[in-house]
């Protein structure tokens, strides 16, 4: 690959941002709460000390402050791993490659990324509102077969692979894992689980309207496999981050559990719950 990228390959705004998010060097922390709403963004920085950038564009919002006097950042990305691919390749561009020159940086930044989410539970024995932390992750959008350098697998991609019935999407899986480093600070969470990255909200998650699904015991199976939950982001974060150097970890607030029919009665109090234990431990 050549060290000067063309202006086709990385897209600037007319004061030199990166195009999606809007965002100069300047504008991030290197620690980085990713959450999907942009209506959470103010939920989450109104705990800072201050807040001295607000930047936005499309969907992408981002605030920048500081928490118990270090600089942090929180940022919202949509729904679903093809805006993960946009934030992530550019939140890395702003860290790893000279914006007025478009090349790479002879010197390479890792951030940490923080998902602060939601999901549903695949596993019955999963109670709702309380804090689930991701270690393994399968995705089932494909995104990462468009990039030529991934590859992961640990024992637990192995043992899933070699199970999952599913042919005509398991060309699509990939996998991926948590920052441990990261993982330390939600040591206390009370579930550790691996967790499903669908590409849809309806049947990919078992829902029927007027289609039907592929199959009525899709997160069953997957709950058989060893899935505890499901979400829309966390395996293009967390294969991102393996691929371009930087650390993350998910911590989901569970909201429903799909396998007993139950919701949240109060996901307000409980997103708030998550905010403010999520924050406790970014920054002690």
């Not at 086709?8 to 290197?30: Q, W």
């Not at 939601?118 to 399968?138: A, I, K, R, Y």
């Not at 109060?266 to 431990?281: C, F, G, P, T, Y």
């Amino acid at each position: 690959m050549l060290n000067k990228l063309a202006a086709s390959e990385l897209v600037l705004n007319d004061d030199g941002s990166v195009y999606h998010l809007n965002l100069l060097p300047e504008d991030i922390a290197d620690k980085i709460i990713l959450v999907g709403d942009p209506d959470r963004v103010p939920k989450v920085s109104k705990y800072f000390d201050k807040v001295e950038i607000k930047k936005n564009k499309r969907e992408f919002y981002t605030h920048t402050g500081t928490l118990r006097g270090e600089r942090i950042s929180v940022m919202s990305t949509g729904i679903g791993t093809e805006n993960i691919d946009i934030v992530m390749n550019e939140l890395d561009a702003l860290v790893n490659i000279d914006l007025k020159q478009k090349e790479f940086k002879t010197e390479h930044k890792s951030l940490e990324l923080f998902r602060m989410g939601t999901c549903g539970s695949v596993n019955p024995d999963v109670q709702v509102d309380n804090m689930l932390v991701t270690q393994n992750v399968v995705g089932l959008d494909g995104l990462m077969h468009f990039y030529q350098d991934y590859h992961f697998e640990n024992e637990f991609s192995k043992q899933f692979l070699d199970k999952f019935p599913y042919q005509k999407i398991k060309p699509m899986l990939y996998f991926s894992e948590w920052s441990e480093e990261l993982g330390e600070l939600y040591k206390d969470a009370k579930y550790h689980g691996n967790t499903a990255t669908f590409p849809g909200f309806y049947a990919p998650q078992g829902r029927q309207l007027r289609l039907k699904a592929l199959d009525d015991k899709f997160l069953e199976t997957l709950n058989d496999l060893g899935i505890t939950n499901f979400e829309m982001e966390t395996s293009a974060i967390y294969a991102f981050s393996k691929l371009l150097g930087h650390k993350a970890i998910t911590v989901n607030n569970v909201i429903a559990n799909r396998r007993r029919g139950e919701f949240s009665s109060d996901h307000h109090a409980s997103e708030k719950n998550l905010i403010e234990w999520v924050l406790e431990r970014i920054i002690k």
